[in-house]
């Protein structure tokens, strides 16, 4: 059984920085793709970055680049997305996901991943 708990939201000034973190399990013994996603009131889910967990190649949406780096910890058991630089607009619901036995090229799309935690949320204010 999979399971992804976020936590590390939270309410920041603009310029600030926060670090989430995804507790993983059950994912061990398979490659898979994980990543960050969020979603504003009124908004459609969107994909902000992803790693697979083997390659360790990464994906990022152009509204994140050179702000936000995501990353893992050992073991396959926890997933990072260190943000810096935040604004206003980062304010959303951000989800951890992930889709078990995945090649290499990890999409942004979030169909394509199959495991989701409940959320955490970040507030950005100006």
């Known amino acids: 059984q999979v399971r992804l708990v976020e936590s590390g939201g939270g309410s920041v000034q603009a310029g600030g920085s926060l670090r989430l973190s995804c507790a993983a399990s059950g994912l061990s013994w398979f490659s898979n793709c994980m990543g960050w996603f969020r979603q504003a009131p009124g908004k459609e889910r969107e994909g902000v970055a992803v790693i697979h967990d083997d390659t360790d190649n990464t994906n990022y949406a152009d509204s994140v680049k050179g702000r936000f780096t995501v990353s893992q910890g050992n073991g396959k058991n926890t997933l990072y997305l260190q943000m810096n630089s935040l604004t206003s607009e980062d304010t959303a619901m951000y989800y951890c996901?992930?889709?078990?036995?995945?090649?290499?090229?990890?999409?942004?799309?979030?169909?394509?991943?199959?495991?989701w935690g409940q959320g955490t949320q970040v507030t950005v204010s100006s």
């Open positions: 996901a992930a889709r078990r036995g995945a090649g290499g090229n990890c999409r942004l799309q979030a169909q394509w991943y199959n495991f």
